[in-house]
């Protein structure tokens, strides 16, 4: 990946209302050497180059970092682009707290909300997902232009997460879902996101 979606026109449409990004990414980056493989990076770089364009092409955007394993949280922009940890993934623990952050700092009157999540797909269980799929129907969909969702392939995990989205939200507007294979999808898959924003 050597440029930026430099081609992808407004991706961010809508009113004069200021704009909020939530940047939600699992942490597969943690898996040792020996189950490295060139997909979990794709994580970080494709993140990264949406958050980098956006952050140049929009004046007074804000956002939010939020990192998750098995619980989420909020970090600061370094630490989410650096951190390495292990542990199970709840995917569930992020949109909660993306939830949370929601309504405590973003009237939905008042801010157009857009929440990019990147993963492995690998999720905790079935009920978790079960969850994931209740708190975004509920809780995040209403409020947000869209929530993106990418997932990175991995042979170490099911990848099952996408599929559960796709089946549940599959005519839904405000989501947009991509698969990445690889470092070289990344581009195609920002295309996909920013081409769709509303």
Not at 8 to 27: A, H, K, Q, S
Not at 77 to 94: N, Q, Y
Not at 133 to 158: C, I, M
């Amino acid at each position: 990946m050597t440029s930026s979606p430099s081609n992808c026109t407004e991706p961010l449409r809508g009113d004069t209302m200021p704009r909020i990004v939530f940047n939600v990414v699992d942490l597969p980056d943690a898996l040792p050497p020996s189950r490295q493989t060139s997909s979990p990076g794709s994580i970080r770089i494709e993140s990264f180059w949406i958050d980098t364009w956006l952050r140049s092409n929009y004046k007074g955007l804000e956002t939010r970092y939020i990192i998750h394993d098995a619980v989420a949280r909020e970090v600061d922009r370094e630490t989410f682009f650096h951190t390495r940890e292990s542990g199970g993934t709840m995917i569930s623990s992020a949109y909660k707290l993306c939830k949370e952050m929601m309504e405590a700092d973003y009237d939905t009157g008042s801010w157009n909300i857009y929440p990019f999540h990147f993963s492995d797909g690998d999720n905790w269980s079935a009920d978790d997902t079960r969850t994931c799929v209740t708190l975004l129907k509920a809780d995040v969909l209403p409020k947000v232009n869209q929530f993106a969702y990418g997932q990175v392939e991995s042979p170490y995990g099911s990848g099952q997460f996408i599929k559960d989205l796709r089946e549940a939200f599959d005519s839904v507007e405000n989501v947009a879902l991509s698969e990445i294979a690889n470092k070289d999808a990344i581009y195609n898959s920002i295309k996909d996101f920013l081409g769709k924003g509303s």
